[in-house]
């Protein structure tokens, strides 16, 4: 079935400094992504839609100069969370599907921990 | 935009009984609802959907209905096991467009 692989799976980070969180669709092309972000005990929060060749769209309240998002390729997505703070710690996840598949597929997720 | 709303927010059965978990969404354009059990520090995973031209689709021992009219769709899960103890969450998408996901269930199966 399709598989899309994230990585890292964990990261801890200082304060200011910045991470990039990769998505990859193995053996399907992806031309939408999807970023979900999820605090302990609760639910995938829509960040933001990925679109292979063009810009992300955001959801509300999310800042699009914080969490930059790239998809230069079909099979490739990422995340960058700028100048990371504490709040930012999180269990970051994407989701992908592939057309021939039905359903979404998440990536294994990324701990997040800032300190 | 759509609002999920799942409940309950946990629910404890004993092995062998039956649980139900229900959703309703907000947003009449939706038509495509999957539901995905999370176990702690994984991934989420696809374990049955169903669209909006069905009405109730079935895959051993876990069922989902849908009633469009009333926006509300439940997940049944018969004859639980404990490796059945999981988060449960629901999600409604429009043409597979944005998944607006439920607040989870938490559902533990005790032996």
């Known amino acids: 079935g399709a598989v899309v692989s994230q990585h890292p799976s964990w990261v801890i980070c200082k304060s200011g400094t910045s991470v990039k969180i990769e998505c990859r669709s193995l053996d399907f092309q992806a031309t939408t992504m999807f970023w979900y972000r999820q605090f302990p005990k609760q639910s995938l929060m829509l960040m933001a839609t990925s679109n292979e060749g063009s810009k992300a769209t955001y959801e509300q309240g999310v800042e699009k100069d914080k969490f930059l998002i790239n998809h230069a390729s079909l099979t490739l997505s990422t995340l960058t969370v700028t100048s990371a703070h504490p709040e930012d710690s999180s269990f970051y996840i994407c989701?992908?599907?592939?057309?021939?598949?039905?359903?979404?597929?998440f990536g294994s997720g990324t701990r997040l921990t800032v300190v | 935009g759509e609002n999920v709303e799942q409940h309950p927010s946990t629910l404890s059965v004993q092995e062998g009984d039956s649980a139900v978990i229900k959703c309703t969404y907000s947003d009449s354009a939706s038509n495509y609802f999957p539901w995905y059990k999370q176990e702690l520090g994984k991934r989420p995973q696809l374990i049955i959907d169903i669209r909006s031209n069905v009405g109730e689709k079935k895959d051993q021992r876990i069922a989902v209905t849908l009633n469009k009219t009333a926006k509300h769709f439940s997940l049944h899960i018969t004859e639980t096991q404990p490796e059945d103890s999981a988060v449960y969450f629901c999600a409604a998408s429009n043409n597979f467009n944005k998944f607006y996901f439920g607040s989870g269930t938490k559902l533990n199966v005790k032996p």
């Open positions: 989701s992908a599907r592939d057309r021939g598949a039905y359903g979404y597929t």
